[in-house]
């Protein structure tokens, strides 16, 4: 991550450039060149030496899972549920958006292949979390959930997860 951070991706460049392009009403798609149609090409082929299900294990939940069910509200595929207290994928729906990986406020789960910077969670600033579980349709899951799990040492719903929850 600090690596990234430390590139000059001259950004205030570039969005004068997409402003200069809105501004002048330009519309257009960059060409493909080769090297985009070989890359296209080698994706293709190690995606099809992949097992059809590889994706559905790519997350897991740690021993540092404290049961808020916070993953299982924003998993728009109800592919992850909370199961006496403790986070437990379901196989065969993973959209794999990683929504759970980023919204667990533990962060107790992670990816199962190694992670450059596995303490590393993105937020978009602009979305709050409870955004999110209302556009999933489980706002009222999660409070009743909320009623019905005892809190265990550790669980941060007293804290900054239910302040995001609220929108903020």
């Known amino acids: 991550m600090e690596e990234e951070k430390r590139k000059d991706k001259n950004v205030e ?3 004068a450039e997409i402003l200069a392009d809105l501004k002048a009403g330009k519309h257009e798609i960059s060409p493909v ?3 985009d149609r070989a890359a296209h ?11 059809a299900d590889a994706w559905q294990h790519l997350i897991r939940a740690s021993d540092r899972c404290v049961g808020c069910g ?4 924003v998993c728009p595929s ?15 729906r993973c959209q794999t958006c990683l929504a759970c990986v980023h919204a ?3 962060k107790a ?4 292949v190694p992670e450059k910077n596995p303490q590393a969670r993105y937020r978009n600033p602009h ?11 489980r706002q009222g899951d999660f409070v009743h959930h909320l009623k019905q799990t005892p809190r265990r040492p550790g669980c941060m719903l007293g804290t900054g997860c239910s302040n995001r929850l609220r929108g903020a």
């Open 41 to 51: 090409r080698q994706f293709l082929q190690l995606a099809g030496q992949q097992p």
């Open 13 to 15: 460049g570039q969005l």
């Open 78 to 92: 109800g592919s992850i549920h909370v199961e006496n207290r403790r986070a437990v994928q379901v196989p065969g």
């Open 127 to 137: 979305v709050a979390l409870g955004e999110i579980i209302r556009a999933n349709g």
């Open 109 to 112: 789960i992670g990816l199962t």
């Open 33 to 35: 060149t080769d090297a």
């Open 104 to 106: 667990c406020p533990a």
């Open 70 to 73: 916070v993953c299982e509200q």
